[in-house]
Nanobody, 123 residues
Framework: QVQLVESGGGLVQAGGSLRLSCAAS????????MGWFRQAPGKEREFVAA????????NYADYVKGRFTISRDNVKNTVYLQMNSLTPEDTAVYYC????????????????WGQGTQVTVSS
């Protein structure tokens, strides 16, 4: 069982940056692949980024590649999403997710989800 709590969302102007954090419970955090997803109003939830259990491998959606960076600290049981050059199109609720298999994360079917944190980018 993994519980995930996101933080760091807020209101930012276009071109600005935010760093999201996701704190995970449990002593097995380092065995889980982690990911970030987002859902904008009226749209389906979409994949943003994933990172392998040891942090060696990462995946990004094309629409965030070069702007967002996913990382993790297995000592602090936390995964991060650094978001730079934000645009209004990045406005969404951002969710943290976990699964034993990275493929489940990249295929949008991770087992565990956080409650989400709102990111709003103003123009």
């Amino acid at each position: 069982q993994v519980q995930l709590v996101e933080s760091g969302g807020g209101l930012v102007q276009a071109g600005g940056s935010l760093r999201l954090s996701c704190a995970a419970s449990g002593r097995t955090f380092s065995t889980y692949a982690m990911g970030w997803f987002r859902q904008a109003p009226g749209k389906e939830r979409e994949f943003v980024a994933a990172i392998s259990s040891r942090g060696v491998n990462t995946n990004y959606a094309d629409y965030v590649k070069g702007r967002f960076t996913i990382s993790r600290d297995n000592v602090k049981n936390t995964v991060y999403l650094q978001m730079n050059s934000l645009t209004p199109e990045d406005t969404a609720v951002y969710y943290c997710a976990a699964d034993m298999l990275r493929s489940q994360v990249t295929n949008n079917t991770p087992h565990y989800w956080g409650q989400g944190t709102q990111v709003t980018v103003s123009s």
